[in-house]
């Protein structure tokens, strides 16, 4: 028996300051025993919650079923103790694999070795029962292992998600610095926005925002498109195909139409309108969405609704200059024509928000892309 099997205790990730609203997203869910920890939360899960949570979420990036914890001074401690794992439970030859790793304050120091260890054990320990070993598919395995040492204890789970939880499948086009996913989502879920009033992105690049606020009016899940021709929990020991199916028509049941025009978006650039066109296609109820090529600085204003946009943002001189300015005349446009409404801004730098020339109500430090951002939060009266 594995250890999330014994105890019944996984693991979600997310991105760096989105543990609490995580951990409230998995408290919805119906998980228990939660506990949000650094980079992720930590919490305890019957089977149907586990596979609500890989479908549903919106917010976790992967969810991990841990095996096996082992103290790991060494290599050799590592190929060992992976070694010692019944691995024909988890896998067997016909199907193909795949090992994520993080490595921290430890005596190994390179995650990719650390991985290349874990499969030389995992291969060895086929050829010696069957005289054959699985193959590696890095792109699109069967199962994804992940192998986390952290101070010279290394846990080895299923990622039971089976990859990247915010590629939801619906983005097939994309403009530079498109804002990800499960941070669109994450924006959406602290401004408490569930579809009650407009939502509008001036800005809108790929679409993230708009599709991720269709999803959540729609109630669709997040992972309903990664999740619709396998189960990634399949890869689980014990997963059960009648109850993911359960799970699958009980959150399908639940979804509802998206009131036409309750979304709706704008881009100065073409091949944004475009990209964003082709992306909501993709989504539950987007065909319809309402979407125009304009500046925002032309557009009369955006009364009594949710407005969420990442604006550009310059690393050159040229750029920064041309970033200042954008920033400056967007508070201008939600001073003058935006009252009523609320607006969260991604800005790409915090020397940023002053530009906009209003006081936020609140400002959360966040990661978007390996980017160092500032969002805020500005009541328009
Ligand atoms: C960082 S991207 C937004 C990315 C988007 N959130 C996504 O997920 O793909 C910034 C967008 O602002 C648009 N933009 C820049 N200046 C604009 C303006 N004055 N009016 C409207 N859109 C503008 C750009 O064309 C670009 O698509």
Known sequence: ?????????????????????????????????????????????????????????????????????????????????????????????????????????????????????????????????????????????????????????????????????????????????????????AILTGARWHGERPLYDPMCGSGTVLAEGLLIAGNVPAGWRRCRKRAPTAALPDFDQALWDRVKADAEAAQVEVPAGLVRGSDLDRDAVKATRTNLRRVPGGSETQLSRVDFRQLDGVQDSLIVTNPPYGVRLEDRETAFAIYKDLGDWLKRGCTGSTAWVLCGEKELVGALGLRPKRKVPLRNGGIECTLVELELY
Request: glycine fraction near 6%.
């Open 1 to 185: 028996m594995f250890d999330y099997q014994r105890n019944g205790n996984v693991f979600a990730k997310c991105a760096g300051g989105l543990e609490e609203l995580l951990a409230r997203e998995l408290s919805a869910l119906g998980a228990q025993c939660i506990e949000p920890l650094y980079l992720g939360v930590s919490y305890q899960t019957d089977p149907r919650t586990l596979y609500r949570t890989v479908l549903e979420s919106r917010l976790a990036s992967h969810v991990l079923a841990p095996l096996v914890t082992f103290e790991c001074q060494s290599e050799h401690d590592l190929y060992n103790c992976t070694k010692q794992l019944d691995w024909s439970v988890v896998l067997d030859c016909e199907r193909t694999f795949a090992i994520q790793s993080h490595v921290s304050d430890s005596r190994i120091t390179h995650g990719q070795y650390a991985a290349q260890k874990m499969k030389d054990a995992i291969a060895d320990w086929f050829v010696d029962k069957e005289g054959r070993r699985p193959s590696v598919d890095r792109e699109n395995p069967d199962v994804w292992f992940d192998l986390n040492i952290r101070r010279n204890n290394a846990t080895i789970s299923i990622d039971a998600s089976g990859g990247a939880m915010h590629r939801r499948g619906y983005r097939k086009e994309s403009v530079a610095a498109p804002m990800q996913e499960t941070l669109a989502a």
